[in-house]
DNA sequence: GATGAATGAGCTTTCATTCAT
DNA sequence: AATGAATGAAAGCTCATTCAT
């Protein structure tokens, strides 16, 4: 194996465990509120070391929120390329949802703390959806599906999506916040028959 | 009229006036984003003076909660205080939700995107939901009532508002996002439906 | 005296502290190689309150160089006010140019080493000349008086100001690296009859 | 030809391309804000490797302004091998100079903004005129052949050459601003007659 | 010779908060 | 109540230089 194949793998990996380390951070104390010495120094890597791989802090947050976004995309393909009745789809995504904020709460926290509450941070780079394109396009599959099943009512995508995610976030928030007095997971029945009987045709 | 009399009304009338300037800027820049000498700046009044009235910018972000939710909170109980059913009470409250975040949206951005975002901000003085707990409270009756009435499925409260907040906030963002193809009032029915048919019993 | 004329009146003169050291230390160091660290250490105040004064290193550089070039500004206008014989008023420049080069070297430095050196520090805020406009002005004047008085030839004003210019810069440049072998004012003489011969009517 | 013959060869292509490319950066953006990656970059080159070739941005500075000089210092002494009178000797230097400021700005520019203007650069290993000593010298030869010919007023060399350098460099530096109305090659005749008249014997 | 990841000191700038007036 | 100059710690970011490969 050539040198250079070993340099360019272990870039890739510190990349990774930048990623990795600064989602953890930016989720739990938020993106102003973590710095750039705070993250190097977790990983053991000097400050200049660090802005070689990510530009800036901004940049940094960017790459995350694609990652992230990729990562729930990827599960809820799965999903979407499957043969189950949408009752059944809605109960998988919710789940696959509550299960990432309970394994990996830092991406879930992430999206809402991090990328829906500082949008100056995701301006320039992350206009509109494009940072979260692959997970919001599955939730269009899924629901665009249902529709040409007959399964779901035909209204706004939008007006659909904001109950799906808006849902899903406010839970997820209510159990960090530890306000909930039961775990996330035992909501999932209810939950998905609420977001059924929302959508379902009538 | 005693001059004391005047100087706690100015004194008042002052405070006011430096909680909805903070509450402008809070929701529009954030509140990492915005200083204590922009807010100051824009009054016209000194720093030093601002330090006068609140203690510390937490100390302001938190007062600014507390009078959001005091305000939702008094204009959902009105609709709690009627006699309509619970179809026509969600769409009432949704459209409150709406009108709000139309006429004042500084109210609603700041809840989104202030207060729920930030939670280090409000942990000391804010612990879990006192702060919005006028607010809270009046959706709570609202619940209670439709599921005394038998209009609505008996279910673990926080899941009914989950779904109705969630969604509300997460159409609020989309259309702060400029994502939504059509103005928000024209989802009220919509949403409204959407809601009924989540929270109704079967 | 009301407190708040002596506060405007004690803020003026740490403003002209700020400027006298700053032009100092640039005119010494350079532009890049000195700090704002250095600068407020110097004084003896704070980094963050120098800021209160300048708002950044690139404006308090383009204050500078106003500041001399008002001075400059003002000491050729006497020139120009009198009614000495072409001859006379050269000597006249060249004498409170050199003079300034030994009693403010800093003035002259600055002008020749951070002013005209790097330019992009004053691209924005100095385009032109405009931040050297009372000092070219005067030289201006004086060069059309000699035209009009058909002592000077008429030329292009540039080649006048280049040379008048050029020649004294080049003079204090030399003085400065040391490289001259006699005082700089011996020079006075030589200096300004080789300007009056090199501009007069042939 | 000898394998080690063609190494040294290449290792001094790639030199030269490094103090072309080097010049070319620093004359146009000036010492401090070019940096050492920069110049790599554009090259194609690790910086790594440059520092093989240069041992700092100081020498690697002082080796261009060698090369300047001597380059300048070849094409005066052309003028000074010569048989022309002082007259036309000067026209050509002063043409000399304009044709390298037309035709590669960035030597003159370099001279001009980045040696004279930075000193500390140069003050270990260039200190005095040692680094322009070529250049300085062929101009000394031509004032003492013009002083021993009779044809120039034998005066301080300095007092001349202040004369010629800042002269002509004043007005390539207003021709870098834009700011004179014409071309530069325009002025040569005015400016050699404006020298030969300063300098020649009354 | 060549690479480029890594270092770390140091820079400019910001801002919540204090305090003398 | 009111002012705003002053503080100072800390942030994001840069870059000449080194060194393991």
């Known amino acids: 194996m050539s040198s250079t194949t070993e340099r360019v793998d272990r870039k890739a990996k510190k990349r990774e465990k930048i990623v990795?380390?600064?989602?953890?951070?930016?989720?739990?104390?938020?993106?102003?509120?973590?710095?750039?010495p705070e993250i190097a120094g977790k990983i053991g890597m000097s400050v200049g070391n660090l802005y070689n791989y990510f530009s800036s802090k901004e940049i940094l947050a960017q790459e995350i929120i694609r990652e992230i976004s990729a990562y729930l995309g990827s599960r809820i393909r799965e999903v979407n390329d499957s043969d189950l009745h949408v009752r059944e789809k809605i109960r998988r995504i919710v789940s696959i949802y509550f299960e990432t904020a309970r394994n990996e709460p830092e991406m879930i926290d992430f999206f809402l703390r991090v990328y829906l509450s500082?949008?100056?941070?995701?301006?320039?780079?992350?206009?509109?959806?494009?940072?979260?394109?692959?997970?919001?396009?599955?939730?269009?599959?899924?629901?665009?599906?249902?529709?040409?099943?007959g399964e779901l009512k035909n209204q706004d995508f939008f007006s659909a999506f904001g109950l799906f995610m808006g849902y899903l976030g406010g839970m997820v928030f209510l159990n960090g916040e530890r306000i909930l007095p039961r775990r996330l997971e035992s909501y999932i029945d209810d939950i998905s028959e609420n977001i059924y009987n929302a959508l379902k045709v009538p």
């Open 118 to 149: 500082n949008r100056e941070v995701f301006h320039e780079g992350c206009e509109g959806m494009i940072c979260v394109n692959e997970f919001v396009t599955e939730i269009m599959i899924f629901f665009d599906d249902g529709v040409a099943n």
């Open 20 to 36: 990795r380390t600064a989602l953890k951070l930016f989720a739990k104390q938020g993106f102003y509120t973590t710095t750039i």
